[in-house]
Each structure stands twice: as structure tokens, then as C-alpha cells.
């Protein structure tokens, strides 16, 4: 008697030959893919404590976001009226205003949010910046993860200099500022890696992440080559850091990288943040040479459709020619994106064609690789997520076709990437559990989840003074630009409370 068998499904299977059975069954057992065929053979060859009739659903692999954020699913909208300073209030509420318990609750709204996605793999870097002074910020959210049920990468690590910085701790309701060296962000990043790198049976993993690769330059956009002036004595002792973490506990490394750093980062012959254990977010600037660096270093790339790939694209499709693995990510979810995997395939698509002036770039079947096969090798997870093969590890979702938008049943792939949301996954399977059927979640109780996210997050808007950047200017209605006419975030007084944590 085996543990669950999926049947009458259109099984995609995304493995080698890249087979699309019809009225195709799997066999699930110990946590593992036991058998992928026909539903005739495997009824005929197994007894199941479960069996689950997937007439009307496509049975794929889970999808794997490689890139979102942990804190974001509270803070959707929140500043987008004063978008050129989301970064600085976001990472100021980051650093000063939220609680141990914060990074729970929002650990279980975002993993909620992502298993209703059918993402049963999520990369979660911790804050706008990544936030590492105490560990227990990454535990807990390592920890709700974990009692939702889905598979997450944790990364942390230290943000940019100048050091000191100022970082607060909520403790019996009081605010404790504290100043932490660049030393001690190491320490607790090295904390957390210990604590989480393969725990929950391998569900939790932990990548020791800095903010960008190389932190002399402007760390969000694209620098030209007029101000790439070297590598600095932090960028160099912050590559060796960061190299000798990931080999004592033999992790991976995950950063945010940006045109003109990857020309200075390949420049370190010794530590480069640069191979086929490192994996780039963003990468959007980056000239032609910087791809054939990663291409050639064998450095994964993600990206994600955002409005920043209209000013600096992302070079996937040059990156996909030379061999480079780039995957698909949501970086989800503030401002204003979500961790809907299916409209980030199409955005994605869209964004390159508009770009490339190419209606042939991008092939569904190339998308759907993205955020599965290939996402799992820009992880480093690949040997058992990914595809639906026998032996790996049995993370499967299905979609329901049976709707007026998915039908008719054919073009299988097409359907899922051009008309697909991420509200018709069905089904989800972790590891061999199924933890939604039918779209109900079996590990914990939703309406509770949300409630205590709602309460968390009014509470740290309050305590943070964010309830002016949730006001909509009056140009909001009825106009085809929108201004604020009012100074809502003074960058000086911004600048001098991140200095002084007040």
C-alpha cells in the first residue's frame, strides 16, 4: 500500500524528454515520486491509502519562486504614491520597527500566499536590505513556514556600509536601539545558516546572502562605466567573508547584482561572488561582456518583470543563448507584485518581446522551464525538485482546467502560461504531504493566519508612522498623472533616524 496516487491527470512531467501524458497517474510514496505513467498502469500496479482523481487537471512540478522577500506581505502598496522612496522607508521600518513575532505572522501570510500559488519552493530574503543582527528574526520565519508546510530558502545577511548601523529590537513593548558592527551582522547571519541549513527534514534551507556583490556602487541600479572606480577594501574583505561562510557551512550565496558589478566583481580573482554556487537577482544593466561573465563562470541569474526592465532589461534571452540558467522570480510582494507564478511568466515574456521587438522570444514551454526545472538549478536544488521524475522528492500541484478560462482542454502549456492565475491551482503536495486539497489548506487554519497578519501589520504601520504613504494624493481619480504636491518623506530626517535608529 503506497501513500497517495494521482490519477486521470494531464501529467507535465518537465523531465528530460519533456513528456506531456494524457490521462496520466502518479505514485507517491514516503515522500518521494514512485512511478510517473499511464493512469491504466499504475491503478493496475498500486493500492493507495489516497487516491485523487485529477479528471480536468494538468499535474506539474511545484513551482519554485527564486526570489522574494520576508516582511513584504505586510507592507503590500504601502508607499507606492512615493515610489522614489519605498527603499528608505521600507528599510527603515525594517531596521527599527518590527517585532520578533512580526517576522511570524508575516512568515505565515507570505507562505500561505505562495502555497494558494502552487509555489512549494520559496527564496525569502529577510527585509528591503537583508536584516541579520539577531537571529531569531529568521527562525521565526523559517518556523511558520514550516507549520504551513512549503519549502523555503532563507537568506540573510549583512547590508551596505557605512558601519556601525543602528538597529532596533522590540522587547516587553519597548524600542532598544542598538549599534551592531559589520562583524556581528556576520555572526548572526552565520547563526541563522546553522540553525536553519537543511532543518525541518530538509524543508528549510539557508543561502548566506549580502545585499549586492559588490557595495561601491549604486546598489539598486545599473552604475556606468564612468563611476565603476575598482573594488574598495570593503567590497574585497566583504567577498572573502562571504566566501568563507558559504564553504565552512557549505551553503549557498544569493545577492541582488546590477549592471557594473559584475565588470568590478570578476576583477577579485580570489573571493568573486562569481560561479555556479552564486546565484544573481536582478542583473538588469548588465553589458554584454557582464553576461558572457556569468555565462562562462556558470553564476545563475532570476529575474523578475518589473517596471525597472523598461529602463534596464534584464539580458535573458542573450543569457539563454550563451548557456547561462535564468530562472523566473515574483519578488514578491511589495510594492505592488504578488507571488503569482503564472502571471510572472507572461509579464516576463511580454517585457523581453516589447523589448526585443520579437513576438518569438520567450516560448511557453521555455517559461514554464523557468519556474521549475531550471529555477531548481538556480537553487542548487535540482537533484530533487523541479520535475516529476521517479526518486525525487514529491512536490506536485495540479491545476483545474475545468473553467470557463482554461477550456477548451487542449494546448496544455499554452493554457497554463497565457491564461493561468494562480487561484486555480488546486492541489498541493510537499515532500508527499498533501497539504491544500481542493483548495483548502490542511495544515493550518487560514482565517486565523490572516486575522493575526492583519493585526501585525496595523500594529507596525502605527508604531512605524506609515499611515501617510497608505493616503492616496488627490490626483489619485480622474487623472492620467498622478503628483503628491506635499513632502511626505524628507530624505534628511530620513537619513539622520536610520544613522541614529529614532
Known amino acids: 500500500m503506497i501513500d497517495l496516487l494521482l490519477i486521470h491527470g494531464t501529467v507535465i512531467t518537465m523531465d528530460q524528454n519533456r513528456r506531456i501524458l494524457q490521462d496520466g497517474a502518479i505514485a507517491i510514496n ?41 516582511g513584504h506581505s505586510m507592507f503590500k502598496t504601502i508607499a507606492m504614491e512615493n515610489i522614489d522612496f519605498w ?32 509555489v512549494t519552493t520559496g527564496v525569502s530574503v529577510l527585509g528591503s536590505m537583508p536584516r541579520s543582527d539577531e537571529p531569531i528574526f529568521a527562525i521565526n ?13 532563507v537568506c540573510t545577511g549583512p547590508c551596505n556600509p557605512p558601519w556601525p548601523h543602528s538597529f532596533s529590537r522590540w522587547i516587553d513593548g519597548k524600542r532598544v536601539v542598538k549599534e551592531v558592527s559589520y562583524e556581528e551582522v556576520l555572526k548572526g547571519a552565520e547563526a541563522v545558516i546553522e540553525a536553519l541549513n537543511h532543518a525541518n527534514e530538509d524543508r528549510t534551507r539557508a543561502f548566506i546572502t549580502p545585499f549586492v556583490i559588490v557595495t561601491s556602487v549604486d546598489p539598486s541600479n545599473p552604475t556606468s562605466p564612468d563611476r565603476l572606480y575598482g573594488l574598495n577594501d570593503h567590497d574585497l574583505y566583504q567577498a ?12 549557498r550565496i544569493h545577492s541582488d547584482a ?30 554584454f561582456d557582464e553576461a558572457r561573465i556569468l555565462a562562462e563562470t556558470g553564476t545563475n541569474v ?6 525597472g526592465q523598461v529602463h534596464a532589461r534584464t539580458p535573458i534571452t542573450e543569457l539563454l543563448e550563451m548557456g547561462a540558467t535564468v530562472a ?68 506536485v500541484i495540479t491545476v483545474n482546467l475545468h473553467q470557463p478560462h482554461l477550456t477548451p482542454e487542449f494546448m496544455h502549456v499554452h493554457r497554463l502560461v497565457f491564461q493561468a492565475v494562480a487561484n486555480d491551482v488546486e492541489h498541493v503536495i ?73
Open 302 to 307: 532570476s529575474a523578475s518583470p518589473g517596471f
Open 240 to 251: 572573502k567573508k562571504i566566501r568563507e561562510i558559504a564553504r565552512k557551512y557549505n551553503t
Open 87 to 118: 527603499m528608505p522607508i521600507m528599510t527603515n521600518t525594517y531596521k527599527h520597527f518590527v517585532t520578533d513575532d512580526f517576522w511570524y505572522y508575516e512568515g505565515k501570510l507570505s507562505s500561505l500566499e505562495r502555497l494558494k500559488a502552487g
Open 430 to 502: 510537499v515532500d508527499g504531504k498533501l497539504i491544500m486539497e481542493g483548495r483548502n489548506v490542511r495544515t493550518v487554519h487560514e482565517s486565523t493566519v490572516l486575522n493575526e497578519a492583519n493585526e501585525e501589520a496595523f500594529s507596525t504601520i502605527k508604531r512605524a508612522g506609515l499611515e501617510k504613504y497608505m493616503q492616496p494624493t488627490k490626483y489619485f481619480w480622474g487623472h492620467a498623472r498622478a503628483y503628491v504636491d506635499e513632502k511626505r518623506y524628507d530624505e534628511r530626517e530620513g537619513a539622520a533616524s536610520m544613522r541614529k535608529g529614532e
Open 258 to 287: 546590477f549592471g557594473g558589478m559584475i565588470h568590478l566583481a570578476i576583477q577579485d580573482k580570489e573571493n568573486a561572488l562569481l560561479g555556479p554556487d552564486v546565484h544573481l537577482q536582478h542583473c538588469r544593466g548588465i553589458s
Open 328 to 395: 523566473i522570480s515574483t519578488d514578491g510582494t511589495s510594492p505592488s507584485t504578488s507571488f503569482d507564478m503564472f502571471q510572472a511568466m507572461r509579464k516576463t515574456q511580454f517585457v523581453h518581446q516589447a523589448a526585443l521587438r520579437d513576438y518569438y522570444y520567450l516560448p511557453p514551454g521555455k517559461l514554464l522551464e523557468m519556474i521549475t526545472k531550471d529555477a531548481a538549478k538556480c537553487i542548487g536544488w535540482d537533484d530533487e525538485i523541479g520535475s516529476l521524475e521517479i526518486g525525487k522528492k514529491a512536490d
Open 30 to 70: 514516503q515522500g518521494r515520486i514512485l512511478a510517473v505513467d499511464s493512469t491504466e498502469k499504475l491503478k493496475l500496479k498500486y493500492e493507495a491509502v489516497k487516491v485523487i482523481d485529477c479528471s480536468h487537471q494538468c499535474i506539474l512540478p511545484g513551482l519554485i519562486d527564486v526570489h522574494g522577500h520576508g
Open 141 to 153: 520565519h523559517a518556523k511558520a513556514y514550516a507549520e504551513v508546510g512549503i519549502r523555503e530558502v
